[in-house]
């Protein structure tokens, strides 16, 4: 189209339109850009609440009585998500380590700042899973005697479960 003036061009209807499929894609990309700056930060808050999840959970089926199973089923369910997530953002944030690390762009001063920012991130998330490990641990070595049908399936499948 051409417009002799600016009104002319503001009135035409033959202005670029996003159209069904490319307004998607666009979503699309906008996410996956999105989601490549959430990869940075591992989300240190859902391994607490495992922790804190598997003690309630052993808490609760010592109690005289038990726990409710439909309870049990959404606890459970609810620690195996957020223990998922947490797995995921290890995996996302040491995708992006390795991104970084491999960037040609930086000079040797910017590299290293990076390298020193992110192994001093590294150590933090180490330190945070050493200092929750062994209350995970823990807390599914109370609810262990608690679940007799999975020692016997375990014992049976080798899986390598304690029993």
Known sequence: MKASSITEYQRSRARYQLSRLGERIQRDADGALAEADAAREVSN????????????????????????????????STLFVQFAEFADSIRDFYAYLGQVLARYDLDSAEYQGFKELLLDYVEAITEDVGFRAPRISAALDALWPHLPGARKSAGRQGCGLRG
């Open 45 to 76: 808050e859902l391994l607490a609440l495992v922790e804190r999840g598997l003690r309630e959970l052993a808490e609760l089926v010592s109690e005289p009585g038990g726990i409710a199973p439909q309870d049990g089923l959404e606890r459970v």
